[in-house]
Each structure stands twice: as structure tokens, then as C-alpha cells.
């Protein structure tokens, strides 16, 4: 089972360029999610969409974006990347049931030059 | 709003024996979830157990269980006979105030050594 597929799987990308991040999913889960991870910081959530058509706000909103046009897909941007952006981004999904588990991706190495 | 505490950076445990990593969360939700990862140097988040707060019993999946103190707020994981795949990082999460999201300490490292 492909469960949650990201690519690129790395990138480096050029400061002020704009990149897109694609996640999706075939578990038919409601919930999805966007999170960096930065040598000790751990995960810290960019952006989340409990279903389809929704959006909400995490911890690390600023110079991201995302939409939810369908179940499976939720594409994570960047506008005009800057250095600080530098990370590690995981999408993940769940049932919106409690005690489901989130389910991560592989991740994606992206580094601003 | 929901927070993860992680005070232990690194810990090393000798191959066969248990291990307890420690997690304390800091909420003033009386219904709340928590959950632990691991994350091995390969680097994909790998769920390994979840406490509900109303739950009587403390979480067991495997070797891995959940010491459950609510009224310290502590969910320490107790990871038992360690094997050297059990190096990786792990992480403490709780569920956000809105939604699924979760909250992540960050992370205490496990070296299993032989």
C-alpha cells in the first residue's frame, strides 16, 4: 500500500523562487497536515485541513500555503522562499476519529540557497 | 495551549535491558490524546502508541508501554528488553487544541548499545 507519497523527495531551490510541495494520500483520510522539522525543534506544524475545501493555521503559518481541493491531494507553497525555510517537510494524514494515529510521509529535504 | 516537555536530549541503554523516556505535557483540556514516535535515522515517523486520557489502563503495544500519570501529566514511555533497532529518535506529541493536529516535544535520542 502507497499510504502517503510526497515529492520531490529533496530539492534545492534558489532564494525568492517559488516551489511547490505535493502530498497525497489513498487511505481516504479526512484530516491532513503539514510539518517542518528542524534539528532540535522537532515537528512543528505549518498548516492542517481537517477535510476537504478546509484550512486552518499552525504554529509556522508565515510565507506557506495550502489548499484542499479533493480527499487526497493537499500541496504545500512556497510563495518566495527564504533561507530560513531550510527544513525538513513531513505531510501526514488521520482519520478524524480519536486515538487515530497520524500517518507520515517520507518526507522532503528542501534547502534555500 | 497544549505543550510537549522532553528533558532528555540522549540516552543510552545496554541491549535486553528497559528503557524509559520521558514525556510530560502541560494542558488544561480534560479530554485529550497523546501519543508516542519513533523516528529512525532513515528518517520516517513511525507510530508506536497512544494514551486517551479517560483511559483506566495505560497503553501496552509490544515492548512499548505507557506509564500514565495524570495528575503529574506524565506519559513516560517504557520501552522493554531494548534491541539495536530500537536506536532512533523519539518523539511526545499531544493533540491540539482544534482538530488532529498534534503538538511534538523535541525528542529525546535512544542509543541501544550492545
Known amino acids: 500500500t502507497a499510504g502517503i507519497t510526497q515529492a520531490p523527495t529533496s530539492q534545492i531551490l534558489a532564494a525568492g523562487r517559488s516551489m511547490t510541495l505535493r502530498c497525497t494520500q489513498d487511505?481516504?483520510?479526512?484530516?491532513m497536515y503539514w510539518y517542518r522539522q528542524d534539528l532540535g525543534l522537532g515537528l512543528r506544524l505549518i498548516h492542517y485541513s481537517n477535510t476537504a475545501g478546509t484550512t486552518g493555521k499552525g504554529e509556522v503559518p508565515d510565507g506557506y500555503s495550502v489548499s484542499r481541493a479533493n480527499t487526497d491531494d493537499f500541496p504545500l507553497t512556497l510563495a518566495s522562499a527564504v533561507p530560513s525555510q531550510t527544513s525538513v517537510y513531513f505531510c501526514?494524514?488521520?482519520?478524524?476519529?480519536?486515538?487515530?494515529?497520524?500517518?507520515f510521509g517520507d518526507g522532503t529535504r528542501l534547502s534555500i540557497l | 495551549a497544549q505543550k510537549i516537555t522532553q528533558t532528555q536530549p540522549g540516552m543510552f541503554v545496554q541491549e535486553k535491558e528497559a528503557v524509559t523516556l520521558d514525556c510530560t505535557y502541560d494542558t488544561s483540556d480534560q479530554s485529550y490524546g497523546l501519543f508516542w514516535y519513533k523516528q529512525p535515522s532513515s528518517g520516517e515517523m513511525i507510530f508506536l502508541i497512544y494514551?486517551?486520557?479517560?483511559?483506566?489502563q495505560n497503553a501496552t503495544e509490544g515492548r512499548y508501554s505507557l506509564n500514565f500519570q495524570k495528575a503529574r501529566k506524565s506519559a513516560n514511555l517504557v520501552i522493554s528488553a531494548s534491541q539495536l533497532g530500537d536506536s532512533a529518535m523519539y518523539f511526545c506529541a499531544i493533540l491540539r487544541d482544534s482538530g488532529y493536529a498534534l503538538n511534538f516535544g523535541k525528542g529525546t535520542s535512544l542509543l541501544v548499545t550492545p
Open positions: 501526514a494524514s488521520s482519520d478524524s476519529t480519536e486515538g487515530q494515529p497520524q500517518h
Open positions: 494514551q486517551g486520557s479517560y483511559d483506566e
Open positions: 487511505m481516504r483520510h479526512n484530516a
